[in-house]
């Protein structure tokens, strides 16, 4: 595949690197698209000793500042999806879930179909270890290969660490998921699963504006109920544009292209939960 760009640091402005869609000046930017591509940024970062973040689709991603020094690489290796027979899949790590979804659901399979309202490459949904306190897309992980430093590994998911919405490949890491396996078990299917997930999350979650789903991993409810109706953590107000959803517990919404906004009402929630004696350990990663 021809590269779009010549592979190299550059500094660009831009809204689309964060689900919140705020705007922020990328000192280092780089795109990955193949193995070369990641072990020069790799390098270049450790000569300046600069962090480094591999982006997916940036759906957990908060950037705190408007300027980001962190290097900053969005995954653009080769989409591709391979059937190595019913009901094992190889992927690249760029891949979105959804294609992943559809064989599944034509092919009268189970998957990680509570996935399907979220825009998450393959790679970012392992990093994270994406889904709920039930079931998450490791329930149907069978390897994951993966550039760490100069290696290249492949390890069987149950080999990897990882717990709620946290594994080894989550926030500032050196490490590039390249592509992985999924086995997925026969299922009789009686409606499509994907639609329901869809039309679930229209119903019960807020998308009236942008927002990366959870804040927190572990806080409380309680709390978090009452919060939302203080200023300005669940009212929006002019210039601050940045709220508590009034209709999802945990979760920011936010019409402010600064991130500030949201940084406060992450540590406004901190505070609370600090003074009363409880914890709020943010989901999402936070990058400078």
């Known amino acids: ?7 190299k640091v550059r500094s660009i402005v831009t809204r689309r690197l964060s689900t919140f ?10 795109e990955i698209y193949d193995i070369d591509d990641f072990r020069f940024f790799r390098k270049w970062a450790m000569e300046r000793n600069l962090p480094l973040l591999i982006l997916g689709n940036g759906s957990n ?15 653009r290796i080769e989409a591709r999806m391979e059937v190595l027979d019913s009901g094992t899949i190889y992927a690249t790590s760029s891949l ?14 189970d998957s990680f179909y509570f996935l399907a309202s979220v825009p998450a ?9 994406a ?23 492949t390890r069987a998911a ?16 050196d490490k590039l998921i390249l592509s992985a396996t999924f086995r997925f078990p026969a299922r009789v299917l009686d409606q499509s699963e994907i639609r329901n997930r869809i039309e679930w999350c229209h119903k019960n979650q807020d998308l009236s504006a942008p927002n990366c789903g959870s804040v927190f991993r572990e806080c409380d409810r309680v709390i978090m109920k009452r919060v939302r109706w203080l200023v300005p953590c669940g009212i929006r107000i002019p210039y601050f544009l940045t709220q508590y959803s009034r209709k999802v517990n ?3 919404i936010c019409r402010n292209k600064r991130s500030w906004p949201i940084v406060v009402l992450i540590r406004l929630v901190q505070f609370i939960h600090w003074i009363l004696g409880k914890k709020a350990i943010p989901e999402i990663v936070e990058v400078d």
Not at 21 to 30: K, L, N, W
Not at 122 to 127: D, E, F, L, R, S
Request: charged share 20%.
């Open 1 to 7: 595949m021809l590269k779009r760009f010549v592979t």
């Open 21 to 30: 869609r705020t705007e922020h000046q990328f000192a280092h930017y780089g």
């Open 61 to 75: 991603i908060l950037f705190k500042r408007f300027k980001i020094e962190t290097l900053v690489l969005r995954n």
């Open 96 to 109: 979105s879930i959804m294609p992943i979804l559809k064989y599944c659901e034509r092919n009268s399979l």
């Open 121 to 129: 490459t393959v790679g970012g949904a392992i990093a994270m270890n």
């Open 131 to 153: 889904g709920g306190a039930q079931e998450t897309i490791f329930d149907f992980l069978d390897t994951v290969t993966y550039l760490d430093g100069e290696n290249i590994c």
């Open 158 to 173: 149950t080999e990897i660490y990882h717990s709620h919405r946290q594994t080894l490949f989550s926030g500032i890491t």
């Open 250 to 252: 945990n979760w920011i």
